[in-house]
């Protein structure tokens, strides 16, 4: 069994910044793609930002040049660097791993971390 633990989350005024983190554990033979994705109120969950393995990453348009997308293999952690922060950005954010396990390959969720931007 693999799990998610996020943090970083809170309140921040438009400009700030924050840092979310997201770090694995339990059955981990190696991790392949991580993500972020985020859910704005009343919206649909939508893709932030992916690093691969080789650490090729992908980003929505909305924040290229503002969020940045990091990971550390021997912590088997995730990082979603937030600057320059808008109220627009305000949603839950999900973390998402491809874990290799026991069992194969498997696809994991973190539990969510509220970010909100004021105005």
């Known amino acids: 069994q693999v799990q998610l633990v996020e943090s970083g989350g809170g309140l921040v005024q438009a400009g700030g910044s924050l840092r979310l983190s997201c770090a694995a554990s339990?059955?981990?033979?190696?991790?392949?793609?991580m993500g972020w994705y985020r859910q704005p109120p009343g919206k649909q969950r939508e893709l932030v930002a992916t690093i691969s393995s080789g650490g090729r990453t992908n980003y929505a348009n909305s924040v290229k040049g503002r969020l940045t997308i990091s990971r550390d293999n021997a912590k088997n952690t995730v990082y979603l660097q937030m600057n320059s922060l808008k109220p627009e950005d305000t949603a839950v954010y999900y973390c998402?791993?491809?874990?290799?396990?026991?069992?194969?390959?498997?696809?994991?969720w973190g539990q969510g971390t509220q970010v909100t931007v004021s105005s």
């Open positions: 339990g059955s981990i033979f190696s991790i392949n793609a």
């Open positions: 998402n791993m491809g874990v290799f396990g026991p069992r194969g390959e498997d696809d994991y």
